[in-house]
């Protein structure tokens, strides 16, 4: 038996990196899971992906979630394939790699959040008003945040501006939502080993890791395992929470070799 036996589980974002194991995840505790990508072809590199990784029962689609038609597709084949929805997870995001604030335009910024809060935005809205307000049990979402909400990294101010939107939206989402017996929470990670970690030197990745008191990254498996407590029966008295799994990055001042 599985913490989501007959559970339907939509996770956006689910075809790469951490995704990939977030919907594993639900997948082998017995969800019934849809989960998509940004483009018609991530989505297949994903699903084959996961296929790979011997995940079957999942549903893979494609939905860009800043725009609003293909969301409203995606709800779609949802409605029409299983009729309901127990637990979204936002997982899709702009990573807003590589652009020093000067040289940021405006219409970067807004890129990233149209898929970062925006997009976070609706569809969370639309599995309220499609399924959840519909339902006797009315479902629970999970976004997922970061640490640089609290923390700012260099080079990112879009991003992490988005992240810091998340948590502000999760805590005012939380509030509205609770009187109806949804519940909305968010994992907040920090680094996360992802396919752009193998392109770094070892050095690099051990300096990276001295930034961790625990001296080691996240692994998909660790966030989705905070994902699935958050989505469960186990987190039931939960909502507006910001949970942070980031090797203990957060509780320090500064990394012990400049903390003197």
């Given at each position: 038996m599985g913490r989501f036996d007959g559970k339907v589980v939509l996770i956006t974002g689910g075809n790469r990196n951490t995704g990939l194991f977030i919907t594993d995840k639900f997948v082998r505790e017995g969800a019934r899971v849809f989960m998509c990508g940004s483009t018609p072809e991530s989505t297949a590199k994903g699903e084959a992906m996961l296929?790979?990784?011997?995940?079957?029962?999942?549903?893979?689609?494609?939905?860009?979630?800043?725009d609003i038609r293909q969301v409203t597709n995606l709800f779609d084949v949802i409605e029409r394939e299983v009729g309901c929805l127990d637990i979204l997870v936002n997982n899709a995001a702009h990573q807003g790699i590589g652009k020093p604030f000067?040289?940021?335009s405006p219409d970067y910024v807004k890129e990233v959040f149209s898929v970062n809060v925006v997009g976070g935005f609706q569809v969370t809205q639309m599995a309220v008003n499609r399924f959840f307000l519909k339902q006797a049990n009315r479902g629970v979402v999970v976004f997922l945040s970061s640490n640089t909400a609290q923390r700012?990294?260099?080079?990112?101010?879009?991003?992490?501006?988005?992240k810091g939107a998340i948590n502000s939206m999760v805590r005012a989402i939380a509030l509205d939502m609770a009187p109806l017996g949804i519940r909305v929470n968010a994992c907040a990670p920090g680094y996360i080993y992802t396919e752009r970690?193998?392109?770094?030197?070892?050095?690099?990745?051990?300096?990276?890791?001295?930034?961790?008191?625990?001296?080691?990254?996240?692994?998909?498996?660790?966030?989705?395992?905070?994902?699935?407590?958050?989505?469960?029966?186990?987190?039931?008295?939960?909502?507006?929470?910001?949970?942070?799994?980031?090797?203990?990055c957060s509780?320090?001042?500064?990394?012990e070799d400049v903390d003197y």
């Amino acid at each position: 038996m599985g913490r989501f036996d007959g559970k339907v589980v939509l996770i956006t974002g689910g075809n790469r990196n951490t995704g990939l194991f977030i919907t594993d995840k639900f997948v082998r505790e017995g969800a019934r899971v849809f989960m998509c990508g940004s483009t018609p072809e991530s989505t297949a590199k994903g699903e084959a992906m996961l296929r790979g990784m011997g995940v079957t029962g999942f549903r893979a689609i494609p939905c860009d979630v800043s725009d609003i038609r293909q969301v409203t597709n995606l709800f779609d084949v949802i409605e029409r394939e299983v009729g309901c929805l127990d637990i979204l997870v936002n997982n899709a995001a702009h990573q807003g790699i590589g652009k020093p604030f000067v040289e940021m335009s405006p219409d970067y910024v807004k890129e990233v959040f149209s898929v970062n809060v925006v997009g976070g935005f609706q569809v969370t809205q639309m599995a309220v008003n499609r399924f959840f307000l519909k339902q006797a049990n009315r479902g629970v979402v999970v976004f997922l945040s970061s640490n640089t909400a609290q923390r700012a990294i260099r080079n990112r101010t879009a991003y992490c501006a988005s992240k810091g939107a998340i948590n502000s939206m999760v805590r005012a989402i939380a509030l509205d939502m609770a009187p109806l017996g949804i519940r909305v929470n968010a994992c907040a990670p920090g680094y996360i080993y992802t396919e752009r970690w193998d392109k770094l030197s070892e050095d690099v990745k051990a300096r990276r890791r001295l930034n961790c008191p625990l001296r080691q990254e996240a692994t998909g498996r660790d966030i989705a395992n905070v994902v699935a407590f958050l989505a469960s029966a186990d987190s039931s008295n939960m909502t507006g929470e910001i949970i942070t799994c980031d090797a203990g990055c957060s509780c320090q001042h500064m990394p012990e070799d400049v903390d003197y």
